[in-house]
Each structure stands twice: as structure tokens, then as C-alpha cells.
């Protein structure tokens, strides 16, 4: 990851935001960092709550495909669902979503050459292709200097890597162009973020993790809700024998017991023996849970309803 000179909230008699006293330090990758797309990758496919962050706002704007006026006789909207235009914009804007930017190739039928500019009449459009931005290796050297070019401080040119290893020259008239959340200060950023802008899973990144990490603690809690308690005649003096075959015998009488919870819901012990359940205190957790939830709801700009797929309750309903 690129570590980047931006502030966290920190403070140093309290051990906020500092390693070795913050616990929520210690559960993130780094300190601040700007997520790499290795990164990025990882938590899309791992991480159920921040793939349907990017997901849902993008299926959104898409669901309904596209209406296009005056098309009595449907050519157009034919031509739309021939390139699968609908299917095509929602990878691009996830894409953008996921890693900063993407592209849309135009390949035509007249004017194959990608090179070159697109000409006013380019024929037929025979196939769309969508590659994100961390699939684009263009370099400062190839940002236009120009001041009379339309592509002035921009690329004029996209170097595409594919998929086996080789790349591709494509004009950027032959590309629909989209791009993720512009930085709030584009020196802060290395070269790429400030061209392209960086994932909506950066802005959210701290809520995430922290959500991710309460959850984690939540199961824990759960798997050690309810403990049962042994208290074994001479354990101690068994232990301090360090026998062998004593330590089985134990193991054996642990197992006899639990049998016995099964077989007839009780617990067999004998003279000097006690069996006790304790039980974790879970109440507050749920309220904490959801104040988590609206924080990351809040932050993404996703309503906890379709953040979460939790039904409207009290006034709210």
C-alpha cells in the first residue's frame, strides 16, 4: 500500500491513533494508507458489506436499463441491447466504484484501427470492452502538453494491459470514460489518484473495518455465551503429579459428563465435584451493532435499508 501524509484522529495521552495503545489501530492494515488495488481486490471478494457498497449504487443506476425517446421503431434501443450496453455500463460504473476509474472501448466495423481517432462516421459499433483503471499504465510522460489540444493536462492515449501480459494503444475518442471520487487535495495523492481519483472504499474504510471488527467480536462473544465450569475433586493434586494416567482419567470424567448432558440433560458428578454455567452479558451489543451500521450507512451515502437489507422501523416505517 502507498502510505500517504494524511490525519487520523490521534491523541497522545489517551493512546488514540497510536499503535500500541489504540486496539483499533492495531485491527487495520496500516495507519492511513491509501488502499492498493491488490487491497481493493481483497476486500471485494471477501468482504460481503464492502462489495455490496460498491455494488448497490451501481445496480441501481442501471436496474431499469434505458429508455431512449423517439425510438418508435426500436432501432436504436435494438443496437443498445445488441452491445449489451446495460450489462457493459454496470461493470464500468462498479469498476469506477471498485478501482477509481475504467474505460469503455468502442471497437468498430470501418475504422478498426484503435490508434486513430475516431471518424464521424465509424460504421457500425461491433463490440463494447470495459477495463478498470488499475488495468491502464499510462505515465506523466503521456499526459498532453498541448494547450490547443482538447486533451490538454489528459491522456490523449490509454495504454490498456490485457489480460495475457500485452498492452494496447486506444485514442480516447473511442472511450467512454469513468472515474471514482475525486480527492478533496490533489497534491496529496501520487500521480494515478489525482488523474483518476481513488475507490469509494477508501472514504469508507475506517467505518468498514471497525464494523468488520466489532462483528468478529460479536461472534467470539457468541461461541463463549454460555461456559461451563468444572470443579473436580484434588484436581490440584492431580495436576502437580503430572501422571499421565491421571490426566486421562480427567479427560475421561470430562467426557463422561458431557455424555451425560446429552443423554439425559443433567450432569452426573460425584462426592466433592460441581458443574456451573456461566453466562456472557450480551445487552447493549445489538444497540451498538446498529449505531456501527448507521455510521457506515452514513459515510457511504447508502441508506442502512439497502445497505443492510433491513425493513424500516419505528417512525421510519
Known amino acids: 500500500m502507498i502510505k500517504d501524509k494524511m490525519d487520523g484522529w490521534s491523541n497522545l495521552y489517551a493512546g488514540i491513533g497510536r499503535r500500541g495503545t489504540d486496539k483499533t489501530v492495531s485491527t487495520t492494515i496500516g495507519d492511513v494508507y491509501i488502499l492498493t488495488d491488490n487491497d481493493l481486490g481483497l476486500i471485494y471478494d471477501s468482504e460481503g458489506i464492502g462489495r455490496r457498497i460498491v455494488d448497490s449504487v451501481a445496480d441501481d443506476m442501471t436496474r431499469s436499463g434505458f429508455k431512449v425517446v423517439n425510438d418508435d421503431e426500436m432501432l436504436i434501443e435494438n443496437e443498445l441491447q445488441r452491445l449489451r450496453v446495460q450489462q457493459v455500463f454496470n461493470k464500468a460504473l462498479k469498476y469506477a466504484r471498485l478501482y477509481r476509474g475504467s474505460i469503455v472501448v468502442m471497437f468498430t466495423e470501418r475504422n478498426p484501427d ?44 490509454y495504454n490498456i494491459r490485457l489480460k495475457d501480459g500485452t498492452t494496447i494503444r486506444v485514442h480516447r475518442s473511442r472511450c467512454l470514460v469513468f472515474k ?19 475507490s469509494v472504499l477508501q472514504i469508507v474504510w475506517n467505518q468498514l473495518k471497525y464494523y468488520g471488527g466489532v462483528e468478529q467480536g460479536m461472534a467470539n462473544l457468541m461461541m463463549e455465551a454460555n461456559i461451563g465450569k468444572y470443579t473436580l475433586s484434588n484436581l490440584d493434586r492431580i495436576l502437580a503429579m503430572n501422571d499421565k494416567d491421571a490426566l486421562n482419567k480427567i479427560y475421561t470424567r470430562l467426557e463422561i459428563i458431557n455424555a451425560s448432558k446429552s443423554l439425559i440433560n443433567g450432569v452426573l458428578l460425584g462426592k466433592d465435584e460441581e458443574y456451573v454455567r456461566d453466562s456472557a452479558q450480551l445487552s447493549g451489543v445489538y444497540q451498538i451493532l446498529e449505531w456501527m451500521q448507521m455510521n457506515l450507512s452514513a459515510v457511504s451515502k447508502i441508506p442502512v435499508s439497502r445497505l443492510f437489507g433491513k425493513a424500516p422501523s419505528g417512525m421510519n416505517a
Open 114 to 157: 484503435l490508434e486513430r481517432p475516431l471518424s464521424i462516421s465509424p460504421g457500425k459499433i461491433t463490440n463494447l470492452r470495459v477495463y478498470s483503471a488499475s488495468r491502464i499504465e499510462n505515465t506523466t510522460t503521456d499526459l498532453v502538453t498541448d494547450i490547443n489540444s482538447p486533451y490538454f493536462d489528459d491522456y490523449e492515449y
Open 180 to 198: 471514482g471520487e475525486l480527492p478533496s487535495d490533489e497534491t496529496l495523492f501520487d500521480f494515478k489518484y489525482r488523474i483518476w481519483g481513488y
